[in-house]
């Protein structure tokens, strides 16, 4: 469709005019200097194709490259004989976009898992790419590639969204990794919460990956597997907290003068101290026989907080609260030491590590100091919050 300025006449007085656009078929010319009538422009609606229609046509006229759905009415196949049997091939899909416009998708160069699915009825995207003898040439697969990199590129910032990407190359200064049929770039820096050891690991490997921004001299959308684990953090310290007496195993990413940093549970990173390296491994340290990705395993001595975790060799933490509840039973009369007096009361050690309240209303008039010795009565216990409320007896 085209769109024609013309004159229209509104009544009797030749005078009485106006000027309007209106749309007709492409090769169609109507004389700017006739003035036609309101009747005339009726009869011109005919031709008028609806709003989205109309804009399909124009972009098909003018051959762009666009996306927009439609429904496969036709789909050819022929016959070959593959190994002395007879089989068909469907070659090409005739899809409808329009009342008045259709495409045709080359099904020979469509990739065989979008065609083994493809069937007659079936509403499809596909990217228009070009125009040749008034036929149009689309693609599907071509659209959901399309589809696809405007999904990751619209991700770009956002730290609730992650893709499964392949590594498929390194080249200078970081990988290819192959998202979703798109390929993205990912610098070296980013392929780990620490530095590399050894780059070619990640080739062929699938790692969750985040987009960050968009690369100019790449022309492509650079993505970050460093930004996923980052995410991880919180919760895998949660975990770590809930089974701190576990045995880890993971790799050595350096060492300095005060002990050896560890990598572990894909996105933590915690230090063992000197003091707290094993015989074997401190052997190995002070003839600086320990390298980057070195296996080394551990417990988790201290969580001071994400970015600082305190390792060790020694053996799994020793936990003064394991069995408490068992030890101290509500109701149960016990002997302890005063070692604190606050406004809410006096705090009482039962035992080294294990200490109670007193609250302040319990204590009446009684006048208790800091190392006097009580003799005080269970009320209840509670290990996970490492509390224990008592009386005096």
């Known amino acids: 469709m085209i769109e024609q300025e013309i004159t229209i006449q509104l009544s009797d007085d030749p005078f009485d005019t106006k000027t309007v656009k209106v749309q007709v078929p492409k090769g169609t010319k109507l004389l700017s200097n006739k003035t036609y009538t309101a009747e005339d422009i009726e009869a011109f609606k005919m031709y008028q194709l609806a709003d989205d229609e109309a804009d399909s046509l124009q972009k098909a006229e003018k051959a762009n490259n666009y996306i927009t759905q439609g429904e496969i009415v036709h789909i050819k196949k022929i016959k070959q004989i593959i190994d002395d049997v007879e089989v068909e091939t469907k070659v090409e899909a005739l899809i409808d976009i329009s009342q008045k416009n259709t495409a045709v998708c080359l099904l020979t160069k469509e990739p065989k898992e979008i065609v083994d699915q493809l069937e007659v009825g079936m509403s499809v995207d596909i990217k228009v790419k070009r125009q040749s003898k008034g036929v149009l040439y689309a693609s599907i697969a071509d659209a959901l590639e399309e589809v696809k990199r405007n999904e990751i590129y ?108 560890a990598e572990f549970n894909e996105c933590l990173t915690g230090l063992i101290p000197k003091n707290e390296i094993d015989e074997e491994t401190l052997a190995k340290f002070e003839n600086r026989e320990i390298k980057p990705g070195d296996e080394i395993s551990f417990w988790t001595k201290e969580i001071i907080s994400e970015k600082k975790i ?84």
């Open 154 to 261: 619209a991700a770009i910032g956002d730290k609730t969204v992650g893709f499964k990407g392949y590594v498929k190359e390194l080249i200078h200064g970081g990988y290819w990794v192959e998202v979703g049929g798109i390929q993205c770039f990912m610098p070296g820096s980013l392929g780990g919460l620490n530095k590399l050891y050894d780059f070619n690991a990640l080739v062929g490997k699938e790692l969750i990956v985040m987009p960050i921004t968009y690369s100019n001299e790449k022309q492509t959308i650079v993505v970050s597997h460093r930004e996923y684990l980052r995410t991880m953090i919180p919760s895998t310290i949660e975990s770590l907290r809930e089974n701190i007496k576990e045995h880890i195993t993971g790799f050595v990413t350096g060492t300095t003068k005060f002990g050896i940093f």
């Open 310 to 393: 305190i390792l060790s060799q020694q053996g799994p933490k020793i936990d003064l609260w394991d069995g408490a509840e068992e030890k101290y039973k509500p109701m149960m009369v016990a002997e302890g030491k005063v070692t604190k007096v606050t406004k809410y009361g006096a705090f009482v050690e039962l035992e080294k590590g294990i200490s109670g309240l007193i609250h302040r209303t319990k204590l009446k008039d009684t006048n208790v100091a800091k190392g006097d010795r009580l003799q005080v009565k269970i009320q209840s216990i509670n290990t996970a919050d490492r509390k224990i409320t008592m009386n005096l007896v």
